[in-house]
């Protein structure tokens, strides 16, 4: 059931998702299965307007975004480009709660670029890394901080504008990976000014797996050499003269060979259906549903790993059981009710198609399954 949908941490979906993917998908199979010359005159364009549906999201100019497959793809993509002494023997500072893919890559990556990775441990028994302690480890010896503006595990939230007014002052590259606030929360690359964003389109979006993007702020892209480089990385994709490769002077330059497209088709519906909507209202109906299951955790005497307070919270409202969650989330969907869960932490995210009598099932069956 639709009412008791909670995994927008996850997987967003909005009325109308799965409509609207068969009549995509049927249109690109009718013009990628056509015996003509069609194609890429219907493809290119409408990932075009999936770039630019994002740019409206993040605010971010012409010329800043393009697709990568995910989030780790993308930032893979900026780290290669940098100019390779901006980082050797130099710091990138990440979060020990941050998304634990992104930490992977740049554990091998700092093989070869000669950076130290830095992970800003937790306390103590705590569930999210605390501002004041990342803040205390960035020294001007940061090359790059990524940022996880919103926790996948906790859904804290961090306080962005004091980090990257400190990153500024550090002189490092700023980087934001917004995945779990996308489309959700505002968000803005300018405000604070920001080097670079990642992020994917399927979770808040309601959108596909495949469809992430790269933004990158312009006065960087000028310094980058993407090492995945290839035709579509050129002003003129056309010039195959081998001596003479070029890259283009905006974000195109972080393409390679002939783009995947077919994600950002298939995401672009979501894309069109959110940039219709009312977005206060979307997440008026989000904080009063995270509320309600907040006040509801007190009552049951679940355990809160979300901070209370809205302002320092995604969208999530993340509990610690009394056991693994694995068995409730089970009993849960036996139920009707979408939650997933993280060892003993069992994450709900109401989006759009949750209802208030979806709240309540999920409440009423906590109260069943969750108490220890
Ligand atoms: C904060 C954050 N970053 C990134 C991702 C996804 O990364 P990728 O697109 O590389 O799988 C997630 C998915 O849950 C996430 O929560």
Redesign the pocket.
């Known amino acids: 059931m639709q009412d008791a949908y909670f995994l927008y941490?996850?997987i967003g979906i909005y009325p109308g998702k799965e409509a609207d993917l068969a009549r995509t998908m049927g249109a690109f199979a009718a013009v990628w299965g056509a015996a003509n010359d069609a194609q890429w005159d219907w493809l290119l364009p409408r990932r075009a307007a999936f770039i630019d549906r994002w740019r409206a999201i993040i605010n971010a100019p012409e010329g800043s975004v393009t697709t990568a497959e995910?989030?780790?793809?993308a930032v893979h993509m900026i780290l290669t480009a940098l100019p390779p002494e901006r980082l050797r023997g130099r710091r990138v500072l990440i979060a020990a709660d941050c998304?634990p893919?992104?930490h992977f890559l740049l554990t091998r990556l700092q093989e070869r670029l000669g950076f130290t990775l830095d992970t800003v441990p937790l306390r103590q028994g705590a569930a999210w890394v605390e501002d004041e302690d990342f803040l205390n480890r960035w020294g001007p010896d940061v090359a790059l901080a990524l940022l996880?503006w919103?926790?996948?595990t906790t859904s804290a939230r961090i306080d962005l504008p004091a980090l990257v007014a400190h990153g500024r002052r550090m002189g490092s590259v700023i980087g934001v990976?917004i995945?779990?606030g996308a489309g959700l929360l505002p968000f803005d690359v300018m405000a604070p000014a920001v080097d670079f964003t990642v992020t994917?389109s399927l979770?808040w979006m309601c959108g596909t797996p495949g469809a992430?993007i790269l933004h990158v702020a312009p006065s960087l892209i000028a310094d980058c050499r993407p090492e995945l480089r290839g035709w579509f990385s050129q002003p003129d994709p056309f010039n195959w003269a081998l001596d003479r490769f070029d890259y283009a002077p905006d974000i195109r330059r972080f393409d390679n060979g002939t783009p995947g497209c077919v994600a950002a088709i298939a995401s672009l519906p979501a894309l069109d259906w959110h940039a219709a909507q009312d977005h206060g209202a979307i997440l008026a109906h989000n904080r009063a549903r995270t509320a309600r299951l907040i006040e509801a955790a007190r009552e049951l005497r679940l355990d809160l790993v979300t901070p209370e307070p809205e302002a320092r919270r995604g969208g999530s409202v993340m509990l610690r059981l009394p056991g693994p969650a694995a068995a409730v989330v089970a009993r849960l969907r036996d139920e009707g009710i979408s939650t997933d869960g993280r060892g003993r932490v069992l994450r709900a995210s109401p989006g759009v198609v949750t209802t208030d009598d979806g709240v309540a099932a999920l409440i009423a069956g906590l109260a069943r399954h969750a108490r220890a």
């Open positions: 941490h996850s995910n989030v780790t793809q998304f893919s992104n996880t919103v926790s996948s990976d995945t779990q994917t979770k992430g």
